[in-house]
């Protein structure tokens, strides 16, 4: 299955700054998602991001707070911008394994904002 | 509206015995549904799936039971190890390449 490798792992930004996170995939994929995991909560999809075209987003994301690159087929990035406490969470990116018909996760950022 | 549930936040079992983990789902459009197992500090990582053709599937010690007309399945871990201690989050999706819906997980303590 696809490899993944997420960076930075950890990070503690101050409010009002922004931070991205890259997903470098070690092989092509069509689709890569974005998801959040708030404390205590489920994984929740932050948008979908294709390549040569503008991301989609979920109800209750936006581009301004969450931009997303899509260069090529083996990368993107996620900015959380503008962030506030609020934004402290996990952020993975996800990618369809296709050999086992799951879902390759990146090890994930864990974002502290203070 | 959570189209995924999973109404157990917590379970506890002994090493040996069979962990039990459910998850109900809302959308009948659901064809495709996954188990992850996740440790803190790493991403999920993918234990075992069902289509929507069967109505189990096993993979050594993990069994998933899927329940059609109930929207109901179930994640079975025999014997259960110290090492299966856990969140664990049930998934969906429809068919193709899209993004999965995720229950808020439950988290399995194995004692020893």
């Known amino acids: 299955s696809a490899v993944i490798s997420q960076k930075p792992s950890r990070d503690i930004c101050q409010r009002g700054t922004s931070l991205t996170i890259q997903c470098q995939v070690d092989s092509q994929v069509t689709m890569m998602f974005w998801y959040r995991q708030q404390p205590g909560q489920s994984l929740t999809l932050i948008a979908t991001?294709?390549?040569?075209?503008?991301?989609?987003?979920e109800s209750g994301f936006v581009i301004d707070k969450f931009p997303i690159s899509r260069p090529n087929l083996t990368f993107s990035t996620l900015t959380v911008s503008n962030m506030s406490p609020e934004d402290s969470s996990i952020y993975l990116c996800?990618?369809?394994?296709?050999?086992?018909?799951?879902?390759?996760f990146g090890s994930g950022t864990r974002l502290t904002v203070v | 509206d959570q189209q995924v549930k999973q109404n157990s936040p917590s379970l506890s079992v002994q090493e040996g015995r069979i962990s039990i983990l459910n998850c109900d789902y809302t959308?009948?459009?659901?064809?495709?549904f996954l188990w992850y197992k996740k440790y803190p500090a790493e991403g999920p990582t993918f234990l075992i799936s069902i289509s929507s053709i069967k109505d189990k599937n096993e993979d050594g010690r993990f069994t998933v039971f899927l329940n059609k007309s109930a929207k109901h399945l179930s994640l079975h871990i025999v014997p259960s190890q110290p090492g299966d201690s856990a969140v664990y989050f049930c998934a969906a999706s429809v068919a193709g390449n899209t993004p999965l819906v995720f229950g808020k997980g439950t988290r399995l303590s194995v004692i020893a």
């Open positions: 996800s990618v369809e394994a296709r050999e086992r018909y799951g879902y390759t």
């Open positions: 959308n009948s459009m659901f064809d495709y």
């Open positions: 991001a294709n390549q040569g075209s503008e991301a989609t987003y």
